[in-house]
Nanobody
Framework: QVQLVESGGGLVQAGGSLRLSCAAS????????VGWFRQAPGKERDVIAA????????YYADSEKGRFTISRDNAKNTVYLQMNSLKPEYTAFYYC???????????????WGQGTQVTVSS
């Protein structure tokens, strides 16, 4: 079992930045991966980015390249999502997710965090 706890969400003005954190505990996937997903009201949960704990590979959704950066701190068992130049359309719940492979789709996720709300005001 893996527990994922997100933090860092909140209210930010358009053009601003936020850094989300995902702290993992429990059984560790030493060869697994962690990713970030976004779900707006009435919409599907979509992947933003994912990274292997080993750091050997990362994945970004095409729409997020250049705006968001995923990183990890293995010593802290924490994965980060740096979000820059935020727009109101990025208002959503942001979820951390873990899996045995690079979690590029919700179908590949074994564990989900509770999510954190991000609201971007215009």
């Amino acid at each position: 079992q893996v527990q994922l706890v997100e933090s860092g969400g909140g209210l930010v003005q358009a053009g601003g930045s936020l850094r989300l954190s995902c702290a993992a505990s429990g059984r560790a996937f030493s060869s697994g991966a962690v990713g970030w997903f976004r779900q707006a009201p009435g919409k599907e949960r979509d992947v933003i980015a994912a990274i292997r704990w080993s750091g050997s590979s990362t994945y970004y959704a095409d729409s997020e390249k250049g705006r968001f950066t995923i990183s990890r701190d293995n010593a802290k068992n924490t994965v980060y999502l740096q979000m820059n130049s935020l727009k109101p359309e990025y208002t959503a719940f942001y979820y951390c997710a873990a899996g045995r492979v690079l979690v590029t789709s919700p179908m590949l996720v074994d564990y989900w965090g509770q999510g954190t709300q991000v609201t971007v005001s215009s």
